[in-house]
């Protein structure tokens, strides 16, 4: 899985990463058994997590009946099932989330999105600071697909990671497309029976590499610190001592 550059950066590394907490969801449209090339890619991501200590969850979201819609519980708006309260806590509860997509029609699936519709109907919870709840944790994203768009499905999933409050490290997408039209996906086997697809990219695996460290570096520092501070940016704080009144006229 992993080469020997990423087994050596593994074997070098001096930080203890043990008590941080990973999950990845592949939001590929397959449901389990059946193959997924995202989940391939993802699978370095993993590879270099678990190498390092950390304690990793791996979902596939589509395996889950999980109801649409901005609630924590759907069954309270209407539907007769909805899997999202059981997913929530290893949501909730990781330091570090990968979100993995295919590419479809030039956009994330339909599956990270609905997964991105979840996160959201926790956007106004808070932590223990009063901080939105997402606070103090980092997200990143893999993308797969035989089609042109890496950067746009990263542009918007990484946006909307950032908006309900994940902190986003540098370089924190990486992904692999193939040729435009019909063809192998990443991971297929080669047809002339040298390896598999794209495994052999230099840079899909310098990037995914990148993002994977880049992740657990911010993770550790966020850990280390406690989070982010609080001053400024508490829902608590700002809703106990703020009035809609006009501003004070001795302020300058």
């Not at 070098?12 to 989940?39: I, M, R, Y």
């Not at 840079?203 to 609080?230: C, E, Q, S, V």
Request: net charge negative.
């Amino acid at each position: 899985m992993l080469d020997t550059t990423q087994e050596r950066l593994c074997s070098e590394n001096t930080t203890d990463f043990s008590d941080l907490k990973a999950v990845t969801v592949n939001c590929t449209l397959k449901p389990s058994p059946q193959g997924s090339h995202t989940d391939k890619l993802l699978g370095i991501v993993a590879a270099i997590m678990v190498r390092n200590g950390v304690s990793l969850e791996q979902i596939r979201f589509v395996d889950h009946d999980v109801a649409p819609g901005v609630y924590p519980d759907m069954t309270e708006h209407g539907f007769e099932t909805d899997e999202w309260p059981q997913l929530w806590p290893r949501i909730r509860d990781a330091d570090i989330l990968v979100i993995g997509t295919p590419i479809w029609l030039g956009e994330k699936s339909s599956v990270c999105q609905k997964f991105i519709e979840k996160l959201y109907a926790h956007s106004g919870e808070t932590n223990d600071k009063g901080q939105y709840v997402f606070y103090g944790k980092v997200g990143g994203v893999i993308v797969t697909g035989n089609e042109d768009g890496i950067k746009h499905v990263a542009m918007g999933t990484l946006y909307s990671l950032q908006h309900v409050g994940y902190t986003i490290p540098p370089q924190a997408d990486a992904g692999w497309i193939g040729e435009a039209g019909p063809g192998p996906s990443y991971g297929d086997p080669k047809e002339d029976g040298s390896g598999y697809v794209g495994d052999d990219n230099e840079f899909t695996r310098r990037n995914t590499t990148f993002a994977t460290w880049n992740l657990l570096h911010l993770a550790r520092m966020l850990k280390d610190a406690g989070g982010i501070p609080a001053h400024g940016n508490s829902k608590d704080l700002w809703n106990e001592g703020h009035r809609f009144d006009a501003p004070n006229p001795d302020y300058r």
